[in-house]
């Protein structure tokens, strides 16, 4: 009875506003042809994807007959949604003019980049707070980390300057961050539930080196690009992991399909 | 052997039936020759007049025409071998000559020497073969609709005359759908009563009659006939009706140069059976005729005791909402209209020229909706459950214009038409196209061409055993909650399936076969571009279908109602549709136009699906009760519709939907009682048109997709198809259609004024609804509201409807929004609709 009182109740100003804008997903279907090209590797700004979230677990990086497979389950397997968005509202954002968007690199701290049909470009890395402990750092020439096309056996290595603009975790630092990256094609990846093919397969040997006093550092990162969605999973080593196909991951992100069966 | 064969495997022998029949009047009278016991009535005295019925008939059709001729005559109606009462043994002569020679001896037993021989239809071939066998006996002729050529031949009884197939067509078939092959016969199908109707089946019912009548059709042979006719000079009157589509005019126009002294009478606005439908006009010139040479006057037929009946004014049938100036207000199951009015062919004259019949309609729309967001703020999804005006306020309207044709066009002959479907402007919005060459909406000169769209197009061929028909066509069942073809009145959609399919009468029912293919490529185009070339043939979505029905067409159902005859038609079907493989790379949304397709494009799939449905109707004079059931098992072993990202989970469904409909004629007006179910998922949102590739919907959420794997490997809710109808607001505009829900919907319907054809009516109707799954909907709570939908409608039988539609909803806990803190508020609706039809 109540309601049928307000037939005319919702005169006026409308309760509901209006929609925020959908992220607009890219026109993009797997052609499975063994090359990513910038087209087949689009940026998607507000579409995310989840991804199972684990730390320090073992891993197997290493083909079986072609075939990665990451498809283990752990109990505690956290779910995280990423993607990319766009880099304009960070506290950071003028200082990577070049940059187009942004990812959750971990640790608190955010990946810039920008894509081009020859490369996905790292501009830079910032903490995702300002303050006394902020961090960034921004290439005066962005560094390659996908070139394009990629497929199987491509490789390169490219070097990027931290100048005296650049702060790590609040102190000054000087130095490079130079990256080795090779590619392996698979022909399928396993994650929980899906199974991804063909794969292509990419490792990184990141090395951050200061200019004077400590010596640099290392890290492997491999990670696993499928058309059009990109990036679906990732290991990280622990720092100066010295085995290429390292079997502790610091860092394992899966691609997640949904939620979990009861 | 193989005839024996064929009527054992299949339906039983059809055997002769040499004894007297069992039931005749007992005062019906008799005489044995040649072996055949003979029936006749005999009427009057003076000058002997014989009259001879058609094929499939009996003296009875003489009826109405023997108590006239009588009163100057001595008038003998003869039920010839193989039809009324007399007997059906199988070694009488059923030829014409044979017949004429059964007749005349019949004459000698009644001590008759010279006689005027009347004959109709077929028993004209009997008749001119008295006047050939014994012209000096015979005084004059007179034939009606006369079926004396072999040109007249149905390619039916050709095919019969093979021997086997001709007792297998006529065991199957001669005897089914009577009441459909009735009206063929006449011009005005109001002469077609129950009454008329029955008399044939219990006629066709009679042991023996179906062998007879094969012995007969295989005798249709009347070349030599005519050979000997050139000698015949008595005086013949030929009486046709202008409309015959059994024997047309243009027969009589040839056998009236045929003959040396045949005079052609013709009848305007009647068909095959001028006895009934020009009683008074041919009766007149048949006694006239008859009594030429013997002086009498002139009789006052049909103006004292012996009119003819008016016309049975057949009741309307009480139909779910007003009267609709559209054809066809009660739809059959599409199967069962396939062919439907070519089957009578099979008994009849081909056509002479191409025939095109042309149906359609211009509907205007027009509508107000008024806070269908329901003031209830975003969803889950941050989307409102209906669109929000750009300004905040609380009105959106729609307008809208659909232009229709359903053209068929029938070619020469016995049975062939070909049907389309074409929808010159497709609910094109109005105002929708504007012109901008003037450089913007204000200063638009009018509106830019639309496309025309055809839905349908299709072909049929009247076999000997059935229709086949091919091409694009309506599909529909029942009231149409799965296959709606959207031929409503308010329709949006409708259903159209690429298919072959058979379809057959046989023991009372239709038997269909059907074979969809729902979808096909990628394509390639052929060397010379002229066809296109499916790249994969495991990537076909297709299947079949049997169907079994039990369904009378709208003007029998009527016929029936008139009657007082309960009809009960139900029918049912079994489906089956499966898929291999796929290649999402060609349709999905998301797909660049892509043209170089390789095996990696094609993904595997396996989609197995089975569905099924029941439908029954019972109706009569005052009252109709009509529910359908669905029901769809299927799954997916391959859901994932990425090429390369295969989930390792399939995904099945069962879903059920359920509704009924009622509608009691309670002298003042029409009530009824409506429901349905259709099953629920507990998936959150409704899961009415999800998108593909949709990502899971939060619980919260309007819509989303119910399979969520791997936790949720299900899609249980079933859809009802959005052209049926059974609100405004809730399940017509916010949810989209009926699904995940349960409903009662009590309805009235009145007339307030009768104005020369057309009626105005006013109806109301109560929606109360509750989710199936309390999980699906925006609140979590079951209860989705209580709508209200008052109508006022004009219909008229000219064509013309003009419909206004009210609605407003009161929203049910399951829209209120506790993140929000705003409870649902009431949605208002107007919908204006003209139907201009034809």
């Not at chain 2, 001896?105 to 001119?128: E, R, T």
């Not at chain 2, 759908?177 to 011009?187: T, V």
């Not at chain 2, 006013?762 to 109360?768: E, K, P, Q, T, V």
């Amino acid at each position: 009875m109540r309601r049928a009182l307000l037939v005319l109740a919702a005169c006026g100003v409308n309760k509901t506003p209006q929609p925020a804008p959908q992220p607009q997903l890219p026109d993009c279907v797997p052609r499975r042809t063994g090359q990513i090209t910038a087209d087949t590797l689009p940026i998607a700004l507000g579409a995310t994807l989840d991804f199972y979230a684990d730390a320090n677990k073992p891993v197997d990086l290493t083909a079986q007959a072609g075939v990665f497979d990451l498809a283990q389950q752990f109990p505690d397997d956290p779910v995280v949604a990423l993607g990319p968005v766009a880099l304009g509202a960070q506290w950071y954002a003028a200082s990577f003019p070049a940059g187009q968007f942004v990812v959750d690199a971990g640790g608190g701290l955010d990946g810039i980049y920008h894509q081009d049909a020859q490369a996905l470009w790292l501009d830079g890395t910032a903490s995702q707070q300002p303050g006394a402990m902020k961090t960034l750092i921004a290439y005066p020439a962005p560094l390659p980390v996908l070139r394009f096309p990629l497929a199987d056996a491509a490789a390169w290595s490219a070097t990027g300057t931290i100048d005296s603009t650049a702060v790590i975790d609040g102190l000054p630092f000087l130095g490079t961050d130079r990256i080795e990256v090779d590619v392996a094609a698979g022909e399928q990846l396993e994650v929980p539930y899906v199974e991804f093919s063909p794969i292509l397969r990419v490792r990184t040997l990141a090395t951050r080196a200061p200019t004077t006093g400590s010596p640099a550092l290392t890290k492997r990162t491999t990670i696993f690009l499928f058309e059009c969605f990109g990036e679906v999973a990732r290991a990280e080593s622990n720092p100066d992991e010295p085995n290429a196909d390292f079997t502790t991951a610091a860092l394992l992100r899966r691609y997640a399909l949904g939620e979990e069966p009861n | 052997m193989r005839a024996a064969l064929a009527c054992l495997a299949v339906v039983g022998c059809a055997s002769f039936h040499a004894a007297p029949l069992p039931g005749a009047p007992h005062d019906a009278t008799f005489v044995d020759v040649g072996g055949v016991h003979v029936h006749y009535r005999e009427a009057g005295q003076g000058p002997a007049v014989v009259l001879i019925h058609g094929y499939g008939a009996s003296a009875e059709a003489w009826a109405q025409v023997q108590p006239y001729v009588a009163v100057h005559h001595r008038v003998i109606a003869i039920d010839l071998a193989g039809f009324g009462w007399s007997s059906r043994p199988e070694d009488a002569d059923y030829s014409p000559a044979g017949e004429a020679r059964l007749v005349w001896a019949v004459l000698d037993q009644l001590g008759v020497a010279d006689v005027a021989v009347v004959g109709h239809s077929w028993g004209s071939s009997v008749a001119l073969e008295m006047a050939v066998q014994h012209p000096a006996r015979v005084r004059r002729v007179a034939l009606y609709d006369a079926y004396v050529y072999d040109e007249q031949v149905p390619s039916f009884f050709r095919w019969a005359e093979l021997d086997g197939l001709g007792e297998l067509l006529f065991g199957l078939f001669y005897t089914q759908r009577i009441e459909d092959r009735a009206p063929l016969a006449y011009y005005d199908e109001r002469w077609v009563t129950q009454d008329r109707v029955e008399r044939v089946e219990r006629e066709l019912d009679k042991p023996g009659t179906t062998a007879a009548a094969l012995a007969v059709a295989r005798e249709h042979h009347f070349a030599e006939l005519h050979d000997q006719l050139r000698t015949f000079t008595k005086p013949v009157l030929l009486l046709w009706g202008e409309a015959d589509q059994v024997t047309p005019l243009v027969f009589g126009q040839r056998l009236a140069n045929e003959l040396s002294n045949a005079t052609l009478k013709t009848y305007p606005r009647c068909g095959h059976i001028p006895m009934v439908e020009a009683h008074v006009q041919s009766t007149r010139d048949l006694v006239e005729f008859l009594d030429e040479g013997f002086g009498h006057r002139a009789l006052g037929i049909g103006q004292n005791d012996e009119a003819p009946p008016e016309p049975v004014l057949i009741r309307p049938l009480p139909l779910p909402k007003a009267q609709s100036p559209m054809p066809d207000a009660l739809p059959l199951p599409d199967l069962a209209t396939l062919g439907a009015e070519l089957t009578p062919r099979a008994y009849a004259a081909p056509r002479e020229h191409v025939e095109v019949d042309l149906h359609g309609y211009l509907r205007t729309r027009a509508a107000d909706y008024y806070n269908l967001d329901l003031d209830r703020g975003l969803d889950s999804r941050g989307q409102p459950v209906f669109p929000v005006p750009l300004d905040g306020g609380q009105w959106l309207d729609s307008a809208d214009l659909r232009a229709r044709t359903d053209v068929a066009v029938y070619a020469r002959g016995i049975g062939v038409a070909v049907k389309a479907r074409i929808d010159w402007l497709d609910n094109a919005p109005l105002g929708g196209d504007p012109d901008l060459a003037g450089g913007s909406p204000a200063t638009s000169g009018g509106q830019r061409p639309s496309e025309v769209v055809v839905k349908r197009a299709w072909a049929e061929a009247l076999t000997p055993a059935g229709i086949l028909a091919v091409g694009r066509m309506g599909a529909h069942f029942g009231l149409g909650i799965a296959a709606n073809g959207g031929d409503c009145e308010d329709c949006d959609h409708g259903d159209a399936a690429d298919r072959l399919a058979f379809v057959s009468p046989i023991a009372g029912h239709l038997i269909a076969l059907a074979y969809d293919l729902a979808s096909r490529g990628p394509f390639t185009p052929s060397a010379d571009g002229g066809h296109a070339i499916a790249l994969e043939p495991t990537d076909r979505a297709a299947g079949g279908t049997i169907a079994i029905l039990k369904v009378h067409s709208p003007a029998a159902l009527a016929r029936r109602a008139a009657a007082g005859i309960t009809n009960v038609e139900y029918a049912a079907y079994l489906s089956r549709r499966t898929q291999q493989n796929d290649v999402p790379a060609w349709y999905l949304p998301s797909a660049t136009p892509a043209t170089n397709f390789t095996s990696a494009d094609l993904t595997a799939r396996g989609f197995d699906a089975i569905a099924t449905g029941a439908w029954l109707r019972i109706t009569n004079s005052w009252l109709r009760v009509e529910a359908e059931l669905a029901y769809i098992d299927a799954s997916v072993a391959q859901p994932s519709l990425v090429p390369g990202a295969a989930i390792t989970e399939p995904v099945t469904s069962n879903q059920l939907g359920f509704a009924l409909e009622s509608d009691v004629d309670l002298g003042s007006a029409r009530a009824g009682f409506d429901g349905g179910y259709a099953s629920g998922d507990p998936a959150p949102g409704f899961g009415a048109f999800p998108q593909p590739g949709a990502q899971p919907a939060p619980p919260g959420a309007l819509d989303g997709p119910q399979a969520n794997p791997p936790g949720d490997r299900t899609v249980d809710n079933f859809r009802f198809h959005p052209d049926y109808h059974v609100d405004e607001i809730l399940f017509r505009e916010i949810i989209g259609t009926v699904t995940d829900a349960i409903y009662l919907r009590p309805h009235v319907r009145t007339t307030l004024l009768r104005v020369g054809t057309g009626a105005l009516e006013l109806g109301a109707a109560l929606i109360a609804s509750w989710a199936a799954d309390a999980t699906s909907t925006p609140s979590g709570q079951r209860a989705l509201g209580v709508e209200l939908d008052p109508e006022l409608r004009y219909a008229s039988r000219d064509g013309f409807a003009a419909t206004l539609d009210y609605g407003v909803f009161f929203p049910g806990t399951a829209f209120d929004n506790a993140t929000a803190h705003l409870e649902a508020q009431t949605a208002q609706l107007v919908r204006a609709r003209l139907v201009f039809a034809f």
